[in-house]
């Protein structure tokens, strides 16, 4: 849009917004995660600690950083970097029309360099998922892992009463604020809501998954279950090379069923099995 005057006015500038700071093309690692992410934080120190330059960079910035070209049917990738998606969630509200037509760009952008980069990728995209097949419904993620042997499960706008029993307690989680009760209490915020049955002392072991390789967060015996081997298979069904694995372990101890997969997890699992995790993740990135 150019400048115009007018007799009664001087000239009217239309303001460019500066492009986003994107990070120099000569890191060998990127993060593309929120900047205020701990894990992002953490991975990235351990990998510079190893004398590999890294980065982490929000959705924006790293759409940028790439160049995604097909001729000949062939796609091509610059630069090839190794990657570890943490995507944030897009804003609920719409905030513009504008922003979220960028938001959206840079989603397909970053979306394409991940998925045909020959570079390693964890948990790299598919052509219809950016999670793999995990779900916000533990009975559909279990169903989709081969693990399905847990109670039925509900899902409803208003507060779930408890059906016929089958387990000793049922609890309800406000998918919102992501906080969970056992009725009658209830969870803290307005709905929805997720309804299932279980112990109304649940015992949990969580399992780290990276590429083939697993570990137990407790030293508990628990052996018997092949929780490592479990975890592994439905990680893989679920097409995640990352994950923590939620297992709920029976009071005799003679089972477990799966409750949840997170492609993303915390910062409290992965230091519980970093002596394996930290090597793991380097040989990932730099075979």
């Known amino acids: 849009m150019s400048s115009e005057s007018s007799p009664t006015s001087g000239p009217v500038t239309v303001p460019v917004p500066e492009p986003a700071a994107v990070a120099p093309v000569d890191i060998e690692f990127v993060i593309v995660a929120d900047p205020a992410d701990k894990v992002a934080a953490e991975l990235v120190a351990y990998v510079q600690e ?61 979306w394409a360099v991940a998925t045909l980069s020959p570079a390693p990728v964890i948990n790299r995209p598919s052509a219809r998922s950016l999670g793999g097949q995990a779900s916000h419904s533990a009975a559909l993620t279990a169903m989709r892992a081969g693990e399905h042997a847990g109670s039925a499960e509900v899902f409803t706008s208003v507060y779930p009463e408890p059906g016929v029993p089958e387990g000793g307690g049922w609890w309800v989680q406000d998918t919102g604020a992501l906080t969970t009760s056992q009725w009658p209490d209830r969870p803290v915020g307005e709905g929805p809501y997720r309804g299932r049955w279980s112990d109304p002392d649940p015992a949990f072991e969580i399992v780290v998954v990276l590429d083939g390789r697993a570990w137990r967060c407790t030293t508990v015996d628990l052996d018997h279950l092949d929780l490592e081997g479990r975890s592994l298979a439905a990680s893989a069904r679920l097409g995640l090379d990352l994950a923590a694995v939620t297992w709920r372990v029976t009071a005799d101890a003679e089972n477990a069923l799966l409750v949840n997969v997170e492609p993303y997890p915390g910062l409290e699992e992965l230091r519980m099995v970093w002596p394996g995790f930290g090597p793991r993740l380097m040989e990932v990135l730099f075979p």
């Open 50 to 110: 190893r004398g590999r330059a890294a980065a982490v960079l929000d959705m924006f910035e790293a759409a940028q950083l790439f160049t995604l070209s097909v001729a000949n049917g062939r796609a091509t990738v610059e630069p090839a970097l190794p990657m570890l998606l943490r995507l944030p969630a897009p804003p609920a509200p719409r905030t513009s029309v504008d922003a979220e037509f960028q938001f959206n760009e840079c989603l397909a952008q970053l």
